[in-house]
């Protein structure tokens, strides 16, 4: 697993899964707390990208329980992921683009 990674994961678990959580046990864990996290991030501000990747780290957790014997079952196997809104490409208008061309246009890698 790559650093970047790492830090991105036990930064989701020390700033939001933790202090969400308490001090609750994985086999305690309902789909419940899962929509209620999911709540708590909204009325954070937390954009729909950010919310899946916390709740999907939680996820995550819950699958290798699963796997490794410390669960029965994942309660959170079929929680959606939050709608992402779609993201607007900028584009830069005629007068962005003539600007950027004749700041450049003396520079020896200008193509014209």
Do not use: C
């Not at 678990?13 to 707390?33: A, E």
């Amino acid at each position: 697993m790559a650093n970047k990674t790492i830090y991105l994961y036990t930064s989701i678990l020390k700033n939001h899964l933790k202090p969400f959580l308490n001090n609750k046990k994985l086999k305690d864990i309902k789909r419940v707390d899962g929509e209620k996290l999911i709540h708590h991030l909204k009325s954070k501000g937390h954009k729909g990208k950010g919310i899946n990747d916390i709740v999907g780290l939680l996820k995550s957790i819950l699958i290798d329980a699963k796997k490794l014997g410390y669960l029965i079952s994942n309660t959170l196997e079929h929680l959606s992921k939050v709608k992402i809104d779609p993201h607007l490409e900028a584009y830069w208008t005629k007068t962005k683009i003539n600007q950027f061309l004749l700041s450049n246009n003396f520079d020896s890698l200008y193509p014209f």
